[in-house]
């Protein structure tokens, strides 16, 4: 689960921007499960552990959040 304001509707497609390997920000279509305004699952295209970048008020600096991976079983 991600804050449900780092999810973004782009050119009808459902994206993210995460914090590559080189520490540069990159945008991933994902596909989103479940979303109660608050968090959303993301179950494809984020892997556990990485940072998904969380968008801010304009003007302020983004934060980033750990994908904490899907749901225990």
Do not use: C, F, Y
Request: charged share 10%.
């Amino acid at each position: 689960m991600v804050p449900a304001t780092a999810v973004k509707q782009l050119n009808g497609k459902t994206v993210v921007q995460v914090v590559n390997a080189q520490g540069q920000r990159e945008s991933r279509d994902v596909t989103i499960g479940i979303n109660d305004n608050v968090h959303t699952q993301l179950l494809t295209s984020v892997s556990t552990g990485e940072q998904v970048i969380i968008s801010q008020q304009p003007g302020s600096s983004s934060s980033t959040a750990r994908h904490p991976g899907p749901p225990p079983v």
